[in-house]
């Protein structure tokens, strides 16, 4: 089992639509979690973290569910300018020592 | 300040020409990483460092070597260019610690392997 696994899509949806992403990891142990945001032909930058108690950021919400091992990424009214790749992150031993790990990335397109 | 920057933004390379890719970063950041992105595969760590001085194998460290002399720097070489090396690289920073868990990237550099 890979480490961290996103459907690599691509979700399509109208504007002001809402649209969830899962990413499962396989390292029981990880306790940092993040999403990550990458435009076409850009750099990946971080969008949020994800902690244990869920939390948001306007119209972005992440959450984490240990027991299933699996963070989701919840965007509502959705906007043409959140159409990107969006990468899940963790790191798999909440060491310092220890790169992150990154997910393929789940492409979302917004259309008018 | 700049942030991390990479030098060059895109190369073409003959297959066995040698080159190398310049990381500097700004941030006093501990942590260095060199990356791969290919269509369909992600990001893939080459190498990374955790200090001036050290360097570690990433997932894919063949055919690339790393130096990090001084601490702002993270250089990334390729002796002999082959055309499975074609990609975007991508070099990240960061600083461990507690709520501090961001990496920075620079803007990447295009490299095309003919």
């Given at each position: 089992r890979k480490e961290v696994e996103q459907d690599p899509g691509p979700f399509n949806v109208p504007e002001g639509a809402t649209v969830a992403f899962n990413c499962t990891y396989?390292?029981?142990?990880?306790?940092s979690f993040f999403w990550y945001r990458q435009d076409c032909r850009k750099e990946p930058k971080l969008l949020m973290s994800v902690y244990s108690s869920g939390n948001e950021d306007g119209r972005f919400t992440a959450q984490l569910n240990r027991a299933s091992q699996y963070i989701s990424l919840l965007i509502r009214d959705?906007?043409?300018?959140?159409s990107a790749t969006y990468l899940c992150v963790v790191?798999?031993?909440?060491?310092?020592n220890t790169p992150l790990v990154f997910g393929k990335g789940t492409r979302l397109s917004v259309i008018a | 300040n700049a942030g991390v920057t990479q030098t060059p933004k895109f190369r073409v390379l003959k297959t066995g020409q040698s080159m190398t890719l310049l990381c500097a970063q700004d941030m006093n950041h501990e942590y260095m990483y060199w990356y791969r992105q290919d269509p369909g595969m992600g990001l893939r760590l080459i190498h990374y460092s955790v200090g001036e001085g050290t360097t570690a194998k990433g997932e894919v460290p063949d055919g690339y070597n790393v130096s990090r002399l001084k601490k702002q720097n993270f250089l990334l070489g390729l002796e002999s260019a082959a055309p499975s090396q074609t990609s975007v690289y991508f070099c990240a920073c960061h600083s461990p610690g507690a709520g501090q868990e961001t990496q920075y990237f620079g803007p990447g550099t295009r490299l095309l392997v003919l």
């Open positions: 396989s390292n029981s142990a990880s306790q959705s906007k043409l300018s959140d790191n798999p031993w909440n060491s310092g | -």
